[in-house]
Each structure stands twice: as C-alpha cells, then as structure tokens.
C-alpha cells in the first residue's frame, strides 16, 4: 500500500491525482517524510514547467488586479494558540470560505469580505449555508454535510490537496476524530457512535470560539442513523477556533448556543 | 537640511520609476521576502510581486484554459488569494515561486473543469487539438531560458513520460485520463509521471 502511495508523488505534484487519492497520498505524507520531501522537489520542477509557458498579460490585468486588491481584506496568520503549529498550506487551497473576523482577530479589525467580481467558487458555500439556515430553521431536521459532497466542490478539492491536515481526538468523550485543515478553513468531523436520545432532543455540532463556550456557532444538527453513527461532516473553522464539540440540544426551538454541557470535544491544537 | 537635498533631488528626477518605489521593497526583491511584507498589508510589495510574477501566472493560465479572457478571470483569482492568503505562506514547504505557481495550476485547472462539467466535452477532441497548441503559445517574453531548459529537457524524457507529463500539467487531465487519453494502464502512467518528473527535476537542476 505504502509503496503503491509512494508512487503518486508525481501525479500528486502534477495536479493530476483525483481528488480521493490526492486525501490519501496527503494522509500518507504525515508518515513519509522522504515522499513529502519528493513532492516538494517534484512541485519545484512543475513550477518551472509552468513557469516556462509564460505570456505577457493584457495591462487591463494589473488595474483590475490592484483595484481589487484595494477592496479585498487579508486573512490573518494561523497561530501556534489556536490553530497549533500547521504547514503553509498547499498551494492548491484556499477556497475556503471567509470568515467575517471576529474583534479578537489577530489583525485587529478586518472587514467582512467584500465579494470578488467572480466569486464563482464561493457559491457552493453561499448555497450550502443557506440550506444550514433552512434546515436550522426546520428545526429536528437532520443535517447532513457529507465530507466531500458534490455540493462543495472547492471544499473537497482544497481538502484533497491540502498538506497542513492535523487529526486531533477529544478531550471530552472518546473515539472519533476531528481532521483538522487550516489552509481549507475546514474541519473534516469524524464522530463517534452516539446513544439514541428521547423524543424532543438532538445532538447539534458546534464551532467554538476563545475560551467562552457560549461564543459559538452551530454547525448544524447531527444525522444520527439508527445504528448510531454519524455521517462525517466537514465544519468551517478559522483562525481564533478553538474546539469542535457536540452537546444535547432540544430539537425545537433549535439552540442559538449550546445550552448544555458538550458530551465530546476535539481541542483545535496539537 | 542642505545635506537632503542631493536625496530629494534624486527622488523626484525619476517619480514614476520602480526606482521610486519603497527602497525596502526594491531591495527585497526575493518574492519569500514580498510575500512575507504583503502579508502585512504591504500593497507596493504586492505590485511587485505582481510585476514578477504576472507573466507566469497568466501564461500558465492561458496554456491550460486556452480562452484569453478566461485566463485573465483566472490570473485575477490567482492574484487575490496570493493577497488574500499571503500569511499562510511558509517558507519551509517550499519557495513563492512554488507556491504562487502551484496555486495557477490549481485554479486553472478548477475552471477547466468546471467547464468540462458543463460542457461535457469531449476528451478526445481536446487531445486532437493539443498538438497544434503546444507550439502556438510562444508568446513568452519573460521565460525565455526557462522555455529553453524544459524544452530541452522534456525532449531528454521518453515518449510516455512526456505524453504524460504534458497532458497532466498542461491540459489539467487526471492521470486517469492520461492513462486512457494514451490506452497505457492506470500503473504505468502513475510510474511515467514519478519517473519522468525525477528526470526533469535532475535536469533542471531544482533543487529541493
């Protein structure tokens, strides 16, 4: 398995692995610093080949380029507090959605994201929290966010690239694990089986923020089967994130913050 | 005061020349060093990250979605996220150079798709045409001896290692389609792109 793995270093460079494989060929690196260390080398010599084909581009580019720049706020580092110490992200990633910044942002105080002239890649998020609020808003309606759903495309194909995974377990509760990206925004959440619960009360996932458990945002209602597991559900996260937990909620009205005490929670650091 | 004079003098002779620019940045050339001052907001760093590297992101963009104004959309979204992601950047993984081309490659490769998906086009017609492409983008005017090392290079390769590689990189095909684009198995692609991108690096000189 491993050396079939260590064959894909060049595909991988070449951006041609799908983007399955290129999840696990990225997991296989944690464990293979000399595949890491190849595919570094392999993204320098494909650099150069793109590098080669250069043209001069129309002067429009630079304007509109520098007019948008102007508008467009800047995300702020990752920091070894909140998000632990994580690799540059790869390159191919970044479509991650933009996190209106909170007043403890490192870089003081950003404005929300004015939208791009072409945000065409953001609108599966638009679309996807949209239907967050619909369902929320149904109320006892199970959410399901597949990880790599079609529906996130730019996601799953960040994801698929990404080199800074960390996969992190709970302090609170046992068993699953949080995969956590920073340079997709995103947290693949891999929870364990859950207990049925009564009538009338539902397990919600939840993003916090600092210290203060009351300082979070609602990743949306659990879909638990029958059997008790849990679709794994890919959650946004940012710089300043400081956990994903689950806690017991009613199923109506649904909870704005969690009112209960979490029964599992992944700390985001290493 | 008399001693700013020769200064301000000299400053105003060229106003509008890179030479006017923040000396810091002027100096700082190293696109490491701009990515690490445009992650502080540093616009002029940016310009001229922008001047070193426009050529190369366009050029790559317009080589693999062929459409000139798609290229331009694309170059424009590369450029954002350099901004926009510019203090994520870690030297440690590798250069800017890297970096920045990586992410063309990437979003190049998204719009490609993207298009494909709705477009459902036909692989093989593509493939018919690519041939005729691949000599009529030679418009590059900053790269001229970076074309000539790959050309030479690429010309060192087999046949199947470089069908591959240009297919993978340069037309954004998976090396699935690579491998049924060349009726090769998917194996023997996957071993043609690892080996031939070992030779291009050693012949290339990249180092690590």
């Known amino acids: 398995m491993n050396t079939d793995q260590h064959l894909n270093s060049g595909a991988m460079a070449l951006g041609s692995l799908p983007d399955d494989e290129a999840v696990e060929f990225t997991d296989h690196l944690d464990s293979c610093p000399t595949c890491a260390a190849e595919l570094t080398s392999f993204l320098e010599t494909a650099a150069t080949l793109g590098s080669s084909v250069a043209q001069t581009p129309p002067a429009s580019l630079r304007r509109s380029v520098m007019e948008a720049v102007a508008r467009t706020p800047q995300l702020p580092p990752l920091t070894d507090s909140t998000l632990g110490r994580h690799r540059q992200p790869n390159v191919a990633t970044g479509t991650g959605p933009v996190w209106p910044v909170q007043e403890d942002a490192p870089d003081g105080p950003l404005a929300e994201v004015i939208p791009m002239r072409r945000p065409w890649y953001r609108r599966p998020q638009a679309l996807l929290a949209a239907a967050v609020a619909v369902l929320v808003i149904g109320g006892g309606t199970t959410l399901v966010v597949a990880n790599q759903s079609p529906s996130t495309p730019s996601v799953a194909a960040c994801l698929a690239s990404a080199t800074d995974k960390a996969t992190l377990v709970p302090n609170v509760g046992s068993g699953g694990t949080v995969t956590l990206t920073p340079s997709c925004d995103a947290a693949v959440v891999n929870m364990p089986n859950l207990p049925a619960l009564p009538a009338g009360s539902v397990y919600q996932l939840w993003v916090l923020h600092g210290s203060d458990a009351k300082n979070a945002t609602s990743a949306g209602v659990v879909d638990r089967k029958a059997d008790g597991s849990v679709t794994a559900v890919t959650a946004d996260v940012r710089a300043g994130s400081t956990a994903v937990g689950v806690s017991v909620e009613p199923a109506s009205p649904v909870s704005v913050t969690p009112t209960t005490t979490p029964i599992w929670v992944v700390p985001l650091s290493t | ?208």
């Open chain 2, 1 to 208: 005061m008399s001693a700013n004079t020769p200064q301000l003098r000299s400053l105003s002779a060229v106003p509008s020349l890179p030479s006017d620019r923040d000396p810091d940045v002027a100096a700082a050339a190293v696109p490491e060093d701009l990515l690490r001052r445009i992650a502080l907001g540093d616009e002029k760093a940016f310009e001229t990250l922008y001047d070193l590297f426009a050529g190369r992101v366009f050029g790559l963009a317009r080589r693999i979605v062929r459409n000139p104004s798609q290229a331009e959309e694309v170059a424009q979204e590369v450029f954002l996220e350099i901004w926009r992601r510019a203090s994520r950047f870690d030297p440690a993984r590798g250069s800017a150079t890297s970096w920045v081309m990586t992410l063309t490659h990437a979003r190049s490769v998204d719009r490609v798709r993207s298009a494909q998906a709705s477009s459902d086009r036909e692989l093989k017609v593509a493939y018919a045409s690519h041939e005729i492409e691949i000599d009529t983008v030679v418009d590059a005017v900053e790269s001229a001896f970076e074309r000539k090392a790959v050309q030479k290079c690429l010309g060192a390769l087999t046949d199947l290692q470089r069908e591959s590689i240009t297919l993978a990189y340069y037309s954004g095909y998976t090396y699935r389609e690579v491998a049924e684009l060349l009726t090769t198995p998917l194996p023997t692609i996957k071993t043609r792109l690892r080996d031939g991108m070992i030779r291009l690096r050693d012949c290339l000189g990249v180092q690590a």
